[in-house]
């Protein structure tokens, strides 16, 4: 069946930013280094970029050329090699030469984005997601990730200052970007609405604010990663709690009271603790797939995904009732939160709205030779009033191909199969994807969890202190909504089977902790299972 543009429209700044599909995160990076660059804004249109700027040989033998390089062209096979591996991301990689493109620069420096081909280096509006938490959330976290990404840069030449100690592939990055034109706004701006879920933006930008107190302690390229894993998480984890908030709003007619003023920060114990919508996961740490706790972790992520299309359903819900204030100036066309309360006392003209629509879809799919389908006239035919019967009627038509491309983007966002992942998954169709937080993301959560702060004169100033394992494991739960030991209903009872997994699912997580070194149980005793900074942190003396 063909629909208007205006009838199955999904992607809405007001209501979801992404246009879901199989994003890279790096590219989302980039996009939003641009996004940084410009305040918000949409870059101007650049001038033509001279021949051949999208190859990596152009840009090995700008570098060979700059005096202070020395061993370039005697040894070009070798440093195209570590370009094409370190420095840039190429697209068609392995499908020879002349096939081989940059998309852009590794997100290694806010500079990157100056070299950056955009037909190649999309990422589906998902860096607009993000700028607008940022934006949203807590704007001063804005101010400190530009800072930290601009460092090693002289504001006056736009070359590198000779001062701030850089890595060397960083160092690459701002030799590479020398000469060429800075990056303007153009006044139009890319996140132009909230969040729906401004609690989870809020908790993006104080997980940020505490990534950012060990810029100088981390290197530069771990602390690219660790923010790439932040900003592909709460993506993915703001993408599930819109698909129960959206449905909750739509069931009871009206935008929850909690979120109209939501209660919650990540400064918080409990961050969610007073949200309606709060969402968990039950997460294996082991390795065995065919384990209970393993089969919990793949019910629950079966769950999470088959939400989906309850989700394109919502989306839908919402687009249409903004669509109808849209055109009828009502003061609700700009606000999902408000727009949902047509639900409950829908205008005159409401129904008949969209049954104009529906007369019209039926016409254009029954011109000529053409007939319905049994099951698209079944929804015609159903016994519903018309805002309902069109919006199964869209949800019926488009739900596979949105559900489809969601799915891909999560499983990109949570880095699924990685050292960074929150899922993994096997070949097998017995070895479904479940919820498992790999080595890499386990670290950032430490790095996250062992800082606390205090406010003096209006700033965060923060310190690093141990932290028990089953304060860690509860810490998780309560911000991330990774239950690593404990049912996903407080109310469901606990046979010695799920306790065995519990404790083994626990061991596990002991097991990657000692690998990466920030646990030594010397001890049994309770207080002596204790997870110790790596780097202490102290600001208040710093400052």
């Known amino acids: 069946m063909k629909l208007k543009q205006e009838d199955q429209e999904f992607r809405n700044p007001k209501v979801f930013y992404p246009d879901p599909k199989n994003v890279e995160l790096d590219r989302v990076l980039v996009n939003l280094f641009v996004l940084l660059r410009c305040d918000g804004s949409r870059p101007t249109t650049k001038a033509r970029a001279p021949a051949n700027f999208d190859k990596v040989n152009f840009h090995q033998k700008k570098l060979a050329a700059l005096p202070s390089n020395k061993g370039f062209d005697e040894h070009s096979s070798i440093t195209q090699a570590w370009l094409e591996s370190d420095v840039f991301d190429v697209v068609n990689r392995g499908k020879g030469e002349e096939a081989e ?22 990422d589906y509006f998902v860096s607009d997601h993000l700028y607008a938490c940022l934006e949203y959330g807590e704007r001063k976290t804005i101010h400190a990730l530009k800072a930290f990404l601009d460092q090693g840069r002289d504001p006056g030449t736009g070359k590198y200052d000779g001062q701030t100690s850089l890595d060397l592939e960083t160092l690459t990055v701002l030799k590479l970007v020398e000469g060429l034109p800075e990056i303007h706004s153009s006044g139009n701006k890319a996140a132009a609405y909230p969040p729906v879920c401004i609690g989870q933006a809020r908790i993006l930008c104080d997980d940020v604010q505490r990534l950012l107190v060990y810029k100088d302690v981390v290197p530069r390229a771990v602390m690219i990663e660790y923010l790439k894993a932040i900003l592909g998480l709460h993506t993915g984890l703001y993408t599930l709690r819109l ?35 709060d969402q968990k996961f039950a997460v294996d740490m082991g390795n065995d797939f065919r384990s209970k706790m393993a089969r919990l972790a793949q019910e629950s992520a079966e769950a999470e995904y088959g939400r989906l299309t309850e989700l394109v359903r919502s989306v839908f819900v919402i687009n249409q009732l903004l669509r109808y204030a849209s055109v009828k100036r009502l003061s609700t066309q700009d606000s999902p939160a408000e727009a949902v309360s047509l639900l409950s006392d829908p205008p005159p003209s409401f129904e008949g709205f969209f049954e104009a629509f529906l007369d019209q879809i039926r016409m254009d ?56 992942s929150a899922l993994i998954q096997g070949k097998s169709t017995s070895n479904p994807r479940r919820w498992h937080l790999g080595t890499r993301l386990i670290e950032v959560f430490v790095q996250l969890a062992v800082l606390k702060w205090k406010e003096e004169e209006g700033r965060k100033l923060f310190y690093s202190e141990p932290i028990l394992i089953d304060d860690f494991v509860q810490w998780v739960e309560k911000r991330y909504g990774f239950v690593l030991a404990g049912k996903l209903d407080s109310d469901e009872s606990v046979s010695l089977a799920d306790y065995t997994a519990y404790r083994e699912n626990i061991q596990h997580l002991k097991k990657q902790l000692r690998e990466i070194g920030f646990f030594d149980d010397l001890s049994d005793a309770f207080n002596a299972q204790t997870i110790r900074p790596r780097y202490t942190i102290d600001q208040s003396v710093e400052s």
């Open 243 to 277: 698909s129960r908030q959206l449905a909750g709003w739509i069931n009871d007619k009206q935008a929850h009271e909690a979120c109209l003023d939501c209660p919650v920060y990540g400064n918080t114990t409990e961050p969610f603790e007073k949200c309606p919508y």
């Open 365 to 420: 799919n029954t011109r000529g030779d053409q007939e319905l389908k049994p099951d698209e006239a079944a929804i015609f035919d159903l016994d519903l009033p018309a805002f309902e019967k069109f919006i199964e009627l869209a949800t019926h038509v488009r739900h596979a191909h949105h559900r489809r491309y969601l799915t891909q983007m999560l499983d990109k966002v949570f880095q699924k199969n990685t050292e960074y």
């Open 101 to 122: 493109v940059i998309a852009s620069l590794k997100p290694l420096h806010i500079d990157a984005s100056k070299i950056r081909i955009a037909k190649r280096c999309r």
